[in-house]
């Protein structure tokens, strides 16, 4: 059994002098140290940024809060899709949204939005 480095938080020094090592390159197998020439596997890297990865206060809350503000602006101005083609340019695809007019015999009108050329139109029920 070789002796394995000494790993402190991501870090990995040396166990026979004690330098910090350097993480492996993509295709390297083993970390070589700079002093002593002491090859550590770099498998021992990968089991690091397993643990680091699998930890869920390693991503920062700031980086959730915006995501969040994000979403409540989209809801406020995005109106549901609807397979509805353009009499303007032809695009099957229009922002829809249902107005109730005033009195009840008179239904309601849906207004749509061409995704493509915000050309706006109304249909009566
Ligand atoms: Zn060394
Ligand atoms: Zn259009």
Redesign the pocket.
């Known amino acids: 059994m070789p002796t394995l480095a000494h790993k402190i938080g991501s870090l990995i020094f040396c166990p026979h002098c004690g330098t910090l090592l350097s993480p492996p390159r993509d295709d390297e197998k083993t970390v070589i140290c700079e002093q002593c020439s002491y090859e550590e596997p770099a498998s021992s890297y990968e089991n690091i940024e397993i643990t680091t990865r699998s930890h869920p206060e390693a991503f920062p809350s700031a980086l959730r809060q915006k995501r969040k503000t994000q979403t409540k602006v989209h809801q406020g101005k995005v109106l549901p899709k609807v397979s509805e083609k353009?009499p303007?340019?032809g695009?099957l695809e229009a922002f829809y949204e249902e107005k109730q007019m005033r009195s009840a015999d008179e239904g309601s009108t849906i207004l749509y939005t061409?995704v493509?050329?915000k050309?706006g139109w109304r249909v009566n029920n």
Do not use: K, Y
Request: proline letters at 0%; charged letters at 0%.
């Open positions: 353009c303007a340019c695009h061409c493509s050329c050309h």
